[in-house]
C-alpha cells in the first residue's frame, strides 16, 4: 500500500425533509449568495424548501450556472458576490453549480485573474466558505475538493482541487431526486461508474479494502441501475444512488492506491469539443482504454471480472474480454450510445484532442502510459 | 436508508516512516503532554522516532496508562496537564491509550467531577486537542469520536462520545506493529470483526453501500486472519489490517443504518469482572448473541451467511447454523477459547452482569429487545 494522507470535513447531512436544517448549519449573521443552475428547482420545490428554511437570513440568488460551468459565467458571480460583501455560498443544484460555486468561492478573494488558479490550484490561497444542497447524484463535488471549470471562449476544461474548497455541509435528500428526466439519471449513473473505475481499474493488490469498497460500490450500481431506469420515486434506491455517487468520489475509495483518471481526461476533451454531456462522453472512451490498455492492467481486469461480474472463464483472455463487453453493455442498458458515430463526433474531434495533448505534452493513466498516441488508438476503437 | 448525519474531521497519515509528519502538523507553540502506556514504544523505536520528530516542541510525558484506562489514573494526568497549562495531548500507543487521552483532554477544562461526563456526555463543553499516533489496529479510537473508560473503584466501564474529542490527525505506521506481541494482534482482529458486525448484522434492506462496505471489511479480516496470525512483518498485510481496523468503527460503516451493540455492552461487563481482554471477550458473546437472536436478526443472517461466508444452502436454518458455526470457528483459528468456563468465568459473573442491567433498567440492541433475560440466555450458551 502506498502513503497517503486523507482527510473530508464535510458534513453529509442525508434525509427525507433535511433542507429544513439549513437555517441551523449557516450562521444568521452571514451574507449568503445562493447559486442555482436553470431553474428546474422552483418546479420540484427545492428553491422553496430553501427560502422558507432561511427566512431569516440575508441572501441575494444568483441564477444560471450551466452544465460544465464557464468561467464567463462565473465570473458575472463573482463581480456580483464582491459588490455585496458575500461571506457565505450555499449551491443548490448538481455538480455543475457546486464546481461552479468553489470557483466563485476562490476567485472572489483572489487578487489576480482566476484561470490562473484553475491552471494552477497552488496558487488558492483562501476561499469564502461554501456549502450545498445536492440535486443530482453524480459528480462527489458535494463531498470533496475539486471543480471542472470550462472556458467557453477558448473551449477549454479543466479541473482543479484544493483543500480550502471542501463544503462545510453538503444536504442529500433523496427525495429532490424524483423529478430528474432520465436523462440525467443516466449521465449519473454513468459518471458515478467511471469515478469508481478511475480509482479503482490499475493494479491488482494496492489495498484489500479499497478493492473491497470500490468492488461494492460497482456491485451496488449494477444493481440499481436497472430499477432506477424503471422508477425515479423509490426512496431507498434514490438514497443507495446518491451514497454511491456521494462516496464513488468523496476520498473513501481512494486511499493508498494509483489512480488512472485517462478516460476523464479523454472525456473532458469530447465534452469541451462537442458539448456530449459528461457522463456521456466516459461510457464511449471507457470500454475502449480497458482494450487498449488490456496488457497493463490484467491483473485488475481479472479481478474486476471475477468480483464485479461474476465471470468464471478459466482463460484469462477471455474473461478480459467478457468483462469489457458487460462493461459496454452495462452503459447500452442505460440507453447511452457508446460510440463516437452514434453521437455524430467525427474524424475531426479525434484529431483535435490527439493534438492538444501532444502540444500540452499530456501523458495521462496511472502508470503515465497513456501517450497521445495511446489516445489515438482509444479514440480509433470508439469510432 | 435512516436520516444520518456524518462528518469525521480527522486527517489520517498513513505509512511508512509517517512518524516524521509530526513536526509538521502541531503548531511550535503548543504545550504537548505525551501520554504512553507501559513502555513498549521504548523497545520498538516509536518513542524515539516521536521525540526527535518533536525536538524543538515543548513536552512533557505521562506514562502508564493502562489497557482498559482508568479514571484513577488518568486523573493524575489531568492534574499534571493543568499544573504545566497543557493545550494539546498527543496519545501514543493503542486503542486504550488514546481512548484515555481522549478523556483526560475532556477533563482537563471540566470543572466538576469528569466521571460526571463519562457517564452523560452531553455534560462535554470543550476538550483540549488532541491527536494519535496509533501502535496497535483494534478500536478505531484514532479516527473517532468516541472512549471507553473504566472506575476502578467500583468496577465500572462505560463509553462516551463526542464530536470534540476526534483526534486532529492520526498516523499510522503499520511498520510500528511489527513488534506487537500475538496475544494483541488477536485481540486486534477480534475487536474488529466485532465493530463491523454491530453495525452490520442487524436487519437486510438498510442500506446497500453500508452492507458492502462492512461486509468488504469482514472479507478483507477473514483474508487476512491466518497471514498476520503466521508473520507480522508482512507490510501490506499489516497495512490492510490497521486500514480495517479505522474503517471499522470511524462511522464510514455506519450511516443511516441500525446499529446493535449489545455483544460490546455484554463484554465490557465481563471485562469489568473478570479483566479478560476486551476483544477476548467479544469473541465470546457474538456466536450465542447470533443464536439467541436469529430470529429477529433472520434476514441479516442469511445475507452474512451468503456474502461473507459463501454458504450456499437453501435452508434458511442450516445456512445461519453454519453462519454462526463459522464465526465462532474463526474466533477459536485465532487461539481464542470462546466459552466463559475456558476462562474460568462463572455463574457468578453471569448473575452479577444480569443484576446490574435489571437495576439499570438496561435493554439493548438494535430494536431494544435484547432485555436482562436475554442477556441471562445469551450468557448461559456462553457457558
Given at each position: 500500500?502506498?502513503?497517503?494522507?486523507?482527510?473530508?470535513?464535510?458534513?453529509?447531512?442525508?434525509?427525507?425533509g433535511s433542507i429544513a436544517q439549513l437555517s441551523?448549519e449557516i450562521?444568521?449573521?452571514?451574507?449568503i449568495m445562493i447559486t442555482f443552475g436553470?431553474?428546474?428547482v422552483k418546479?420540484n420545490g427545492v428553491y422553496n424548501q430553501v427560502i422558507n428554511a432561511l427566512s431569516?437570513h440575508?441572501l441575494?440568488e444568483?441564477w444560471?450556472?450551466?452544465?460544465?460551468?464557464?468561467?464567463?459565467?462565473?465570473?458575472?458571480?463573482?463581480?456580483?458576490?464582491?459588490?455585496?460583501?458575500?461571506?457565505?455560498l450555499l449551491a443548490v443544484g448538481?455538480?455543475?453549480v457546486?464546481?461552479?460555486?468553489?470557483?466563485?468561492?476562490?476567485?472572489?478573494?483572489?487578487?489576480?485573474?482566476?484561470?490562473?488558479?484553475?491552471?494552477?490550484?497552488?496558487?488558492?490561497?483562501?476561499?469564502?466558505?461554501?456549502a450545498a444542497v445536492l440535486t443530482?447524484?453524480?459528480?462527489?463535488?458535494?463531498?470533496?475538493?475539486?471543480?471542472?471549470?470550462?472556458?467557453?471562449?477558448?473551449?477549454?476544461?479543466?479541473?482543479?482541487?484544493?483543500?480550502?474548497?471542501?463544503?462545510?455541509?453538503?444536504i442529500?435528500d433523496?427525495?429532490t431526486?424524483?423529478?430528474?428526466?432520465?436523462?440525467?439519471?443516466?449521465?449519473?449513473?454513468?459518471?458515478?461508474?467511471?469515478?469508481?473505475?478511475?480509482?479503482?481499474?490499475?493494479?491488482?493488490?494496492?489495498?484489500?479494502?479499497?478493492?473491497?469498497?470500490?468492488?461494492?460500490?460497482?456491485?451496488?450500481?449494477?444493481?440499481?441501475?436497472?430499477?432506477?431506469?424503471?422508477?425515479?420515486?423509490?426512496?431507498?434506491?434514490?438514497?443507495?444512488?446518491?451514497?454511491?455517487?456521494?462516496?464513488?468520489?468523496?476520498?473513501?475509495?481512494?486511499?493508498?492506491?494509483?489512480?488512472?483518471?485517462?478516460?476523464?481526461?479523454?472525456?473532458?476533451?469530447?465534452?469541451?469539443?462537442?458539448?456530449?454531456?459528461?457522463?456521456?462522453?466516459?461510457?464511449?472512451?471507457?470500454?475502449?482504454?480497458?482494450?487498449?490498455?488490456?496488457?497493463?492492467?490484467?491483473?485488475?481486469?481479472?479481478?474486476?471480472?471475477?468480483?464485479?461480474?461474476?465471470?468464471?472463464?478459466?482463460?484469462?483472455?477471455?474473461?478480459?474480454?467478457?468483462?469489457?463487453?458487460?462493461?459496454?453493455?452495462?452503459?447500452?442498458?442505460?440507453?447511452?450510445?457508446?460510440?463516437?458515430?452514434?453521437?455524430?463526433?467525427?474524424?475531426?474531434?479525434?484529431?483535435?484532442?490527439?493534438?492538444?495533448?501532444?502540444?500540452?505534452?499530456?501523458?495521462?493513466?496511472?502508470?503515465?502510459?497513456?501517450?497521445?498516441?495511446?489516445?489515438?488508438?482509444?479514440?480509433?476503437?470508439?469510432?
Open positions: 500500500m502506498r502513503n497517503f494522507s486523507f482527510k473530508n470535513p464535510t458534513k453529509l447531512i442525508f434525509g427525507k441551523k450562521s444568521k449573521d452571514t451574507r436553470g431553474g428546474s418546479l431569516k440575508t441575494i444568483f444560471g450556472i450551466e452544465p460544465n460551468p464557464t468561467y464567463e459565467t462565473l465570473m458575472k458571480a463573482v463581480a456580483i458576490a464582491r459588490s455585496h460583501s458575500i461571506d457565505f448538481g455538480g455543475s457546486i464546481d461552479g460555486t468553489k470557483f466563485i468561492a476562490a476567485a472572489i478573494p483572489y487578487s489576480n485573474d482566476p484561470w490562473d488558479f484553475v491552471l494552477d490550484d497552488s496558487k488558492i490561497e483562501k476561499t469564502i466558505p461554501l443530482l447524484p453524480a459528480t462527489g463535488s458535494e463531498m470533496n475538493g475539486g471543480a471542472v471549470i470550462s472556458k467557453e471562449s477558448t473551449k477549454e476544461k479543466y479541473a482543479f482541487h484544493h483543500p480550502t474548497v471542501y463544503p462545510k455541509f453538503s442529500l433523496p427525495e431526486c424524483y423529478s430528474l428526466p432520465d436523462y440525467q439519471i443516466i449521465a449519473g449513473i454513468s459518471d458515478t461508474f467511471v469515478h469508481i473505475i478511475e480509482q479503482y481499474l490499475t493494479e491488482a493488490g494496492q489495498s484489500m479494502v479499497m478493492d473491497r469498497f470500490a468492488e461494492g460500490l460497482l456491485l451496488t450500481l449494477i444493481e440499481l441501475a436497472p430499477r432506477l431506469m424503471k422508477n425515479h420515486q423509490g426512496y431507498d434506491d434514490m438514497a443507495n444512488f446518491m451514497l454511491t455517487a456521494t462516496m464513488g468520489l468523496n476520498g473513501f475509495i481512494g486511499m493508498g492506491v494509483k489512480q488512472d483518471w485517462a478516460t476523464h481526461m479523454i472525456g473532458h476533451e469530447i465534452t469541451a469539443l462537442s458539448r456530449l454531456t459528461h457522463g456521456y462522453s466516459l461510457a464511449i472512451v471507457l470500454p475502449a482504454l480497458m482494450q487498449v490498455m488490456r496488457k497493463e492492467k490484467k491483473s485488475k481486469l481479472l479481478q474486476y471480472a471475477e468480483r464485479v461480474w461474476n465471470i468464471t472463464d478459466t482463460n484469462p483472455d477471455t474473461k478480459i474480454n467478457t468483462a469489457i463487453t458487460k462493461t459496454n453493455e452495462f452503459f447500452r442498458s442505460l440507453g447511452i450510445k457508446t460510440t463516437l458515430s452514434e453521437n455524430h463526433i467525427g474524424d475531426e474531434v479525434i484529431h483535435e484532442i490527439v493534438k492538444r495533448f501532444k502540444q500540452r505534452k499530456t501523458i495521462l493513466g496511472e502508470n503515465k502510459s497513456v501517450t497521445p498516441e495511446k489516445v489515438l488508438d482509444i479514440l480509433n476503437l470508439c469510432k
